[in-house]
């Protein structure tokens, strides 16, 4: 089965990537992977917030086969106790690009535009609301303040 492994390193280790790489590779194949592309490096990134001390990482992956998917916890921990990857992840190949249940932007429903109506497949307009005005608006709570409960 064919997986793909994300992984990010200080970009203090930036100038070490190749010796990383080479660290990765033998974890992979002494697990019975085989690197199927060429470790592609997507460069340095700023995190949305800082792991480690750490705002930027340098972030590169990379595409294995592997038979035995029972060697996978293994690979996982032999990666955790490597002090170079600050964090990885591994994911099948063929899980890639599926939709996870979230809605997509496509899906979402247009503001203020022609809503279609799923029983009759039929365009009709949808009706907003004009903004309040702001002394609109402080009139009408006046009017609720100054109403007694019964």
């Known amino acids: 089965m064919e997986y793909e492994l994300l992984f990010f390193t200080?970009?203090?280790n930036e100038d070490?990537?190749?010796e990383i790489k080479?660290?990765?590779?033998e974890i992979l194949t002494s697990q019975g992977g085989k690197i199927s592309a060429d470790f592609f490096d997507i460069g340095k990134r700023k995190f949305a917030h800082p792991i480690k001390k750490q705002t930027h990482g340098f972030f590169s992956f990379c595409h294995f086969e592997i038979e035995a998917k029972d060697n996978l916890p293994e690979i996982e921990r032999r990666l955790r106790l490597n002090d170079k990857v600050m964090r990885h992840i591994i994911v099948r190949a063929d899980e890639i690009g599926k939709s996870i249940g979230a809605a997509t932007v496509s899906e979402e429903k247009p503001r203020g535009r022609k809503e279609i109506i799923p029983e009759t497949k039929e365009a009709e307009p949808v009706e907003t609301k004009a903004k309040v005005d702001m002394e609109e608006l402080d009139e009408k709570i006046n009017e609720l303040l100054e109403e007694?409960?019964?």
Do not use: A, F, G, L
């Open 10 to 12: 200080s970009v203090n």
């Open 16 to 18: 070490r990537i190749s």
């Open 22 to 25: 080479k660290d990765i590779e």
């Open 148 to 150: 007694t409960p019964e």
